[in-house]
C-alpha cells in the first residue's frame, strides 16, 4: 500500500507542477499545439491518479481508510491541483489561439491586397472510424498534415487525435503525444485498411 501511496504523491507532484513545467519552454517556442499536447498529457496523468485512487479502495480499503491518505482528503486537493493547472493550460491556449488568429487576420489581410484570390481555409477533416470512411480522410489528412513539412510529429499525433473517433480514437486515445506514437498510430492504422 505504502508504494502505491507514494506513487499517489509523486503524481500529484506531477499534476501541480504542469504548467509550470511548459511555461519552461520558453516564449519563442510555445505554441498551441504545445499547450495541447500538455493538456493531453495532464489528463493522462490524471485518469493514472484515479485508476491507482480505486486500486487502493478496491485492495487496501481497510489500510487505507486510517491512512493520512483518506483522513486529509489527498484525493479532493489533487483533483483541486489538477483542475487549477487545466484551467491555466486552457487559458494559455486560448491566448496563443487569439495572438495567432491576430496574426493570421493580418496577413490575410496583407495577401487580400495583392491580385492572387485567397481560398478559404480548410477544416481538418475527421475520420469516424467506419472503414468506407479511410480513404477519403487519409487522402485529405495527409495533404493537411501529414505532408506539412513545418509540423513536428508531435503536433501531427495531437491533430490525429482531434480528428479521429469511434474505434479508432479508442485505438489511440491513450497513446502519449510523440513522435515514435504519430507514425505508429497514423501508419498502423492505415496499413490495417
Known sequence: MEALVAAQRELHGRIARSYENLRKVGTAKMSVALVKSALVNLESKWLKFEEQHERLLLEFSEEVADDEYSTADFVSTV????????????ELEQALTEATAGAEQRSMRVETTSSRRVLPRIQLPQFSGKFEDWPSFRDLFLFIVVEEASLSKVEKMHYLKTCVKGDAEQLIRSLPSTDENFERAYIERALRK
Open 79 to 90: 483533483e483541486l491541483a489538477y483542475l487549477e493547472q487545466r484551467a491555466k493550460l486552457m
